[in-house]
């Protein structure tokens, strides 16, 4: 009996993969158009309920169009810069800067290839802000509606990388973990691989180099960031004590579930560990609690920062009662 699982062979990165010109057009790529109708439909779904109305005013759709559209654009920047400079160990980024919006490598279109979520995460947020005070809206009442559309797009992003076979967890002993192609091999002669082999039913008497079953962490991360997360929060929308605290339930909620589940996904290869007990254990395997990714350190700051915002808002909004 086999405890693992091979990747699909018939999922290609590509929706066109043998049709020239179409083949450009990635799933991961549409899976943001989703996203984003999605996020749209939610926050049209908030206005409807009144959640944008301030003393004053009363939102429009278009408003909704405008704040969007602002924050998309924003976000996509964000995601793009901390991608390139942030997670490529290289550099060439810093050297170049010009090339991280030029969708072009070596002559051929591959779009903006590589995108960061902490980065899309503070872009976004910038573009929300700008919006907000350039057309005189309350921000955190804003900002809260967007909290409550956000992580259910965010869900097929995730699928996105499934899709793509990329962001594959650590390799595990669990009946659904997965064998992706684009995985690191291992040789056939160490004891280690042998045993763990033997463990999953895994024949690799035939075999030089092999390919072990991962953790699926982007479905991890599509379940729990995504409908997880946006379930909480839906049902919140209508209880929120302050202006300010579904976005500070999103933001610290998403910390703290990323922060868990990088335990079972696999740092990047050309970085590893930012922060480790033992800066020498292996990527592939969870040796420590102590190793802590580039994603981790992220996750930290916006857990402190969700508490730090919600005890500052909770203040102000008591004052603003009394």
Not at 56 to 64: G, L, R, S, V
Not at 78 to 91: D, K, W
Not at 147 to 157: E, K, M
Not at 248 to 259: D, E, H, M
Request: glycine share 10%.
């Amino acid at each position: 009996m086999f405890l693992y699982i091979n990747y699909p062979s018939w999922i290609n990165p590509q929706i066109f993969p043998n049709i020239p010109f179409l083949s450009m057009f990635r799933w991961y790529g549409l899976m943001y158009f989703v996203a984003f109708g999605i996020a749209y439909l939610l926050l049209k779904q908030t206005l409807k309920e009144g959640m944008l109305d301030s003393n004053n005013y009363k939102a429009t759709e278009d408003d909704i169009y405008g704040f969007i559209g602002t924050g998309i654009v924003f976000l996509i920047i964000g995601a793009r810069i901390f991608s390139t400079l942030v997670y490529n160990a290289a550099a060439e980024y810093w050297k170049r800067p010009w090339l991280i919006f030029w969708p072009f490598q070596n002559g051929k279109f591959t779009g903006l290839a590589g995108m960061s979520y902490h980065g899309g995460f503070i872009g976004g947020f910038i573009g929300m802000l700008i919006w907000c005070k350039k057309h005189k809206q309350p921000l955190w009442k804003w900002v809260d509606a967007m909290a409550c559309a956000i992580p259910l797009g965010f869900t097929f992003g995730r699928i996105g990388n499934f899709m793509n076979g990329e962001l594959f967890g650590r390799i595990t002993t669990m009946p659904w973990g997965i064998v992706y192609p684009q995985a690191e091999r291992f040789s056939t002669t160490i004891p280690w691989v042998q045993e763990f082999a033997s463990e999953i039913g895994m024949d690799i008497s035939t075999l030089n180099i092999v390919n072990l079953p991962r953790h699926p962490s982007q479905l991890y991360e599509a379940f729990f960031e995504g409908v997880f997360l946006w379930l909480i929060i839906w049902n919140l929308r209508k209880h929120k004590k302050f202006d300010g605290m579904l976005a500070a339930v999103y933001t610290g909620g998403y910390g703290l579930v990323r922060f868990i589940i990088e335990y079972f996904r696999e740092p990047d290869a050309d970085i590893g560990y930012r922060f480790a007990k033992d800066p020498t254990a292996p990527i592939y395997k969870n040796t420590s609690l102590l190793n802590f990714s580039t994603g981790q350190l992220f996750c930290f700051i916006m857990i402190v920062t969700a508490i730090v915002a919600s005890i500052i808002l909770y203040h102000k909004n008591k004052k603003q009662q009394n």
